[in-house]
């Protein structure tokens, strides 16, 4: 199985701050690597897709980069509603996996 | 806009069958242009993918589930549903169903998803 492991586990920012989560694949997955932001109690929602792809609606301080086996998700400019957790998921094989999640929290 | 809702008993016994049913609304099921899955997500946890089914019929399922999982559809209802045989309390999690698109770059996300419906499995 890919091993996905997200960096850092919880982020503590503030709004209007620039800040980078950074997603580790196991092994080399081109761009099969895709971001969601979950709130509580809601399902995930789609970022970003093929690593760098912005879904429709999803604001553009949202980008992500990378290939291969490191990639990283940053939000530009904080807003209130981004405060949530964050999930990389790759689609290079079976079985999908994702990343442990990255909580991040209001300073 | 395609709109997923799942549903399924709350509370499961032990080493007894977990059956969810997913409706698919505002869009068909039976498009080559799309697979369906299921996702969990035990409580505080991350996700996990259960597994997938295609419109050819063809289904994949996450080795760390021991074969316990079958993934059928039926295009007709227009919805597909998941069975998780011998239940654990390590199965207590919220359910996820999800739409992937294939062929694109989007290809393997999951740009649809339901609003999860929580399991517990308990005597």
């Known amino acids: 199985d890919v091993q996905l492991t997200q960096s850092p586990s919880s982020l503590s920012a503030s709004v209007g701050e620039k800040i980078t989560i950074t997603c580790r694949a196991s092994?080399?997955?081109?761009?099969?690597l895709h971001w969601y932001q979950q709130k509580p109690g809601k399902a995930p929602n789609l970022l970003i897709y093929?690593?760098?792809t912005l879904q429709g609606g999803v604001p553009s301080r949202f980008s992500g980069s990378g290939s291969g086996t490191d990639f990283t998700l940053t939000i530009s400019s904080l807003q209130p509603e981004d405060f949530a957790t964050y999930y990389c998921?790759?689609?290079?094989?079976?079985?999908?996996?994702f990343g442990q999640g990255t909580k991040l929290e209001i300073k | 806009q395609l709109q997923l809702q799942e549903s399924g008993p709350g509370l499961v016994k032990p080493s007894e069958t977990l059956t969810l049913t997913c409706d698919v609304s505002?869009?068909?099921?039976?498009?080559?242009?799309?697979?369906w899955a299921w996702i969990r997500q035990p409580p505080g946890k991350g996700l996990e993918w259960i597994g997938a089914i295609y419109y050819s019929g063809t289904s994949y399922q996450n080795p760390s589930l021991s074969g316990r999982v079958i993934i059928s559809a039926d295009t007709s209802k227009n919805q597909f549903s998941l069975k998780l045989t011998s239940v654990t309390a390590a199965d207590t999690a919220v359910y996820f169903c999800?739409?992937?698109?294939?062929?694109?770059?989007?290809?393997?996300?999951?740009?649809?998803w339901g609003q999860g419906t929580a399991v517990i499995v308990s005597s």
């Open positions: 999800a739409r992937a698109p294939l062929g694109t770059k989007a290809a393997g996300s999951f740009d649809i």
């Open positions: 998921q790759h689609s290079y094989n079976i079985p999908r996996t």
């Open positions: 505002g869009g068909s099921s039976g498009t080559s242009a799309y697979y």
């Open positions: 093929d690593a760098s």
């Open positions: 092994q080399s997955i081109n761009t099969y």
